[in-house]
């Protein structure tokens, strides 16, 4: 139960770095392997860790973009601790999705995501540790709590599956780009013609 409890701590206080924080050079594969793996959470094993086959595969399938002169810039860094950390709960596939979105940055993608991630860690973590300390340390009581936490992952990565690979993003963006022009087209509209002079 200590063991459970002493999880739960760290995961409250897991954080990424911040986009800022990123190292301002570009670095080489082994070096980007190094900086990820030392933002990664306890509990990812070694099977989950990323590896320098994994990245060169997500370049080739244009998960992420390719180096330059064999350097990754920061968009590559922010792209790959979100992959590291998403790729245990979705296909590659549905987090391409995520980070192709051309009506985003990757840069204002990864600050979203790194609020994102702090909510929730911190509420799973507390909400989880409320539930340890109201079970009894009897074997049947933490194995329903397993089958809870597992099911409650499974659904919900379902659901964002779901999500990921239906029309409605590709809907959403569209009606996005469509009000984008709309604006334009008002800014055009409204903006006051220049008065001509005649030139003598």
Known sequence: MEKLLRLF??????RVPEYENFPEIDLYMDQVLTYIDKYMPSYLDQNNKLTASMINNYVKDKV??????????????????????????????DIKVILTDQNETIESLYNAYEKTLNDVTFQMATDAKSIIESTDEQRQDLKMLALRLALDASIKSYIAHVILQSDLLALSSVEDSHKDKKQKKKKTKNRPKRSMTCLN
């Open 64 to 93: 992420i973009e390719a180096p330059i002169s064999k350097k990754y810039d920061k968009q590559s860094l922010a792209s790959l601790i979100i992959i590291a950390n998403l790729k245990r709960v979705l296909p590659i596939n």
């Open 9 to 14: 701590d760290q995961l409250s206080k897991y």
